[in-house]
């Protein structure tokens, strides 16, 4: 993902984004956009109502106002009077219609302005343009007519499986709810050694550490919140990466999906803490490919080891069913309404499989004292291997040296540290 100037300095980056169709911005919006609206406007229309324009405008001077309209969306070449205006690069824009970038993504990189209005103006419109350009629906209330077992009976989206369960019902449940839960994969012995491992890891980590998140609780103590490529300090954990149990479960999205035990962040462990009050401790309603990247890293799958009960007490995971086949508007902790909300109550050596494209998060424990961990394993298919170069992360552009070298990784601000 190049930026106008000097690009990623990152070369694979770069390369990733020169692999893709590059577009014109104005014959995009002259030629493509109007073929595009014909085909996928009805996917958008009903979403788009009453919503305010929003203008693209590149550095030459030409600007496209998209609106909403009786066929999903019209396009007018104009400076956009009113809604949000962003500035970009032809080839910023070209990566964001190619979902290379999201609009977070890009604001965040520097390689798009919001000159009026506001960034959510634009990820208001963000998954009405994905499903223009896709084809995929965007993510609401009428996936519950999806939901459904092989009988044409709801989904139990609570259900749980054991080890000697049919995987062609898992395989199915997969597909259509976008998480699995599977029971006791583990022996207590596993989890035990793995706790310890984990408790090993953490002692060699330091705030400051750039393979781990920091954040900050109410007493003003900084806790460690994600700890990745816990291979360095853990040859059990970096064995664990080719588990035959891991494998076999992750296959059921696609049977070709590899582990990524050096890349995209290797194997990792969350770690809940209560009463964080600045970092990543507690996640909002997300996805990983939040930032863009959707067509390299998707479908990824999240293998997740339970080391500890999980329930509202100590912030389990929660899932938004069927998501993962959708486009999704950003939504924050209780603007969820009637969409099918999925906590997964789990115990130690249980197994939770989720796409990455799944929305989820995990909020803050209610409880005084959490200290819930949970190992993951991240699975892709080769695409996504031979994209992103190994010890990389699609992400990588984001977490760039500030002009005295630090990245800032953690919840402190560098006045505070200094």
Same mark, same amino acid.
């Given at each position: 993902?190049?930026?106008?100037?000097?690009?990623?300095?990152?070369?694979?980056?770069?390369?990733?984004?020169?692999?893709?169709?590059?577009?014109?911005?104005?014959?995009?919006?002259?030629?493509?956009?109007?073929?595009?609206?014909?085909?996928?406007?009805?996917?958008?229309?009903?979403?788009?109502?009453?919503?305010?324009?929003?203008?693209?405008?590149?550095?030459?001077?030409?600007?496209?106002?998209?609106?909403?309209?009786?066929?999903?969306?019209?396009?007018?070449?104009?400076?956009?009077?009113?809604?949000?205006?962003?500035?970009?690069?032809?080839?910023?824009?070209?990566?964001?219609?190619?979902?290379?970038?999201?609009?977070?993504?890009?604001?965040?990189? @520097? $390689?798009?302005?919001?000159?009026?209005? #506001?960034? *959510?103006?634009?990820?208001?419109? !963000?998954?009405?343009? =994905?499903? %223009?350009?896709?084809?995929?629906?965007?993510?609401?209330?009428?996936?519950?007519?999806?939901?459904?077992?092989?009988? @044409? $009976?709801?989904?139990?989206?609570?259900? #749980?499986? *054991?080890?000697?369960?049919?995987? !062609?019902?898992?395989? =199915?449940? %997969?597909?259509?709810?976008?998480?699995?839960?599977?029971?006791?994969?583990?022996?207590?012995?596993?989890?035990?050694?793995?706790?310890?491992?984990?408790?090993?890891?953490?002692?060699?980590?330091?705030?400051?550490?750039?393979?781990?998140?920091?954040?900050?609780?109410?007493?003003?103590?900084?806790?460690?919140?994600?700890?990745?490529?816990?291979?360095?300090?853990?040859?059990?954990?970096?064995?664990?990466?080719?588990?035959?149990?891991?494998?076999?479960?992750?296959?059921?999205?696609?049977?070709?999906?590899?582990?990524?035990?050096?890349?995209?962040?290797?194997?990792?462990?969350?770690?809940?803490?209560?009463?964080?009050?600045?970092?990543?401790?507690?996640?909002?309603?997300?996805?990983?490919?939040?930032?863009?990247?959707?067509?390299?890293?998707?479908?990824?799958?999240?293998?997740?080891?339970?080391?500890?009960?999980?329930?509202?007490?100590?912030?389990?995971?929660?899932?938004?069913?069927?998501?993962?086949?959708?486009?999704?508007?950003?939504?924050?902790?209780?603007?969820?309404?009637?969409?099918?909300?999925?906590?997964?109550?789990?115990?130690?050596?249980?197994?939770?499989?989720?796409?990455?494209?799944?929305?989820?998060?995990?909020?803050?424990?209610?409880?005084?004292?959490?200290?819930?961990?949970?190992?993951?394993?991240?699975?892709?298919?080769?695409?996504?291997?031979?994209?992103?170069?190994?010890?990389?992360?699609?992400?990588?552009?984001?977490?760039?040296?500030?002009?005295?070298?630090?990245?800032?990784?953690?919840?402190?601000?560098?006045?505070?540290?200094?």
């Amino acid at each position: 993902m190049g930026t106008d100037v000097a690009g990623t300095e990152l070369a694979w980056l770069d390369s990733i984004a020169q692999s893709f169709e590059s577009h014109s911005f104005a014959e995009f919006h002259r030629t493509t956009l109007p073929t595009l609206i014909a085909k996928n406007g009805h996917l958008v229309h009903d979403d788009l109502q009453g919503v305010a324009p929003l203008t693209f405008r590149i550095p030459e001077g030409t600007a496209y106002s998209w609106r909403p309209s009786s066929h999903g969306i019209r396009v007018v070449e104009d400076d956009g009077a009113d809604g949000a205006v962003v500035e970009l690069s032809e080839r910023t824009f070209s990566e964001f219609v190619n979902e290379l970038l999201t609009a977070s993504g890009a604001e965040r990189t @520097g $390689r798009a302005v919001v000159a009026q209005g #506001t960034l *959510a103006g634009w990820q208001r419109w !963000e998954p009405a343009i =994905q499903s %223009l350009c896709s084809g995929r629906e965007i993510y609401g209330t009428a996936v519950w007519e999806t939901l459904l077992d092989p009988d @044409g $009976r709801p989904l139990d989206l609570h259900r #749980t499986f *054991a080890v000697d369960d049919s995987l !062609e019902e898992m395989r =199915q449940f %997969l597909a259509l709810a976008g998480f699995l839960h599977i029971k006791a994969v583990f022996t207590p012995e596993e989890i035990a050694l793995w706790a310890e491992q984990i408790e090993h890891v953490r002692e060699h980590t330091t705030p400051g550490d750039p393979f781990s998140w920091w954040s900050v609780n109410a007493e003003g103590a900084e806790v460690v919140t994600r700890i990745n490529y816990l291979g360095r300090y853990s040859a059990e954990l970096d064995t664990l990466c080719f588990d035959e149990r891991l494998a076999r479960y992750a296959s059921l999205a696609r049977p070709d999906m590899r582990v990524c035990n050096d890349r995209l962040d290797g194997p990792m462990v969350f770690i809940k803490n209560s009463n964080v009050v600045r970092g990543n401790g507690d996640l909002s309603w997300h996805c990983d490919d939040g930032l863009g990247g959707h067509p390299v890293m998707c479908p990824l799958v999240q293998a997740g080891i339970q080391l500890d009960h999980a329930s509202a007490a100590n912030g389990q995971l929660l899932v938004l069913a069927g998501s993962h086949r959708y486009t999704k508007h950003w939504i924050g902790w209780g603007q969820e309404g009637e969409l099918p909300v999925v906590a997964l109550d789990t115990e130690p050596g249980d197994l939770t499989i989720h796409y990455g494209d799944t929305m989820h998060t995990t909020p803050a424990p209610t409880a005084a004292s959490a200290g819930r961990r949970a190992l993951y394993y991240k699975f892709a298919e080769p695409k996504t291997f031979d994209w992103v170069p190994a010890h990389c992360h699609y992400n990588d552009a984001l977490f760039r040296a500030d002009p005295e070298g630090r990245i800032a990784n953690r919840a402190t601000t560098w006045a505070e540290t200094s």
